[in-house]
Nanobody, 123 residues
Framework: VQLQASGGGLVQAGGSLRLSCAASGRTFSSYAMGWFRQAPGKERELVAA????????YYADSVKGRFTISRDNAKKTVYLQMNSLKPEDTAVYYC?????????????????WGQGTQVTVSS
């Protein structure tokens, strides 16, 4: 599956952004999906993930209650709604596909990656 992420930008603290990740290929609905982020000088971290059906989700503690991951299998798209953004959310955000139906927790579990979209939150 090929992935194309979009929706990043510059926003003030407290603001919102919605990231989208459009997939191509016929097997999108059988993939679990994840959103990772990487800030300068830091390791890539899993922010949120969703199972193939959308029935099971995961959030990192740092974004729980502020971010929401969702997917539309008919549109082959996964979303990350980000509310109450903080300067520490500034990073490049990547969507990724895990070929299993349940998501993995580390980068090596994912075999397809989008190109990344920059999110910058100003204080």
């Amino acid at each position: 599956v090929q992935l194309q992420a979009s929706g990043g930008g510059l926003v003030q603290a407290g603001g919102s952004l919605r990231l989208s990740c459009a997939a191509s290929g016929r097997t999108f609905s059988s993939y679990a999906m994840g959103w990772f982020r990487q800030a300068p000088g830091k390791e890539r971290e899993l922010v949120a993930a969703i199972s193939w059906s959308g029935g099971v989700t995961y959030y990192a503690d740092s974004v729980k209650g502020r971010f929401t991951i969702s997917r539309d299998n008919a549109k082959k798209t996964v979303y990350l709604q980000m509310n109450s953004l903080k300067p520490e959310d500034t990073a490049v955000y990547y969507c990724a596909a895990d070929p299993r139906m349940m998501y993995g927790s580390v980068s090596r579990d994912y075999d397809s990656w989008g190109q990344g979209t920059q999110v910058t939150v100003s204080s």
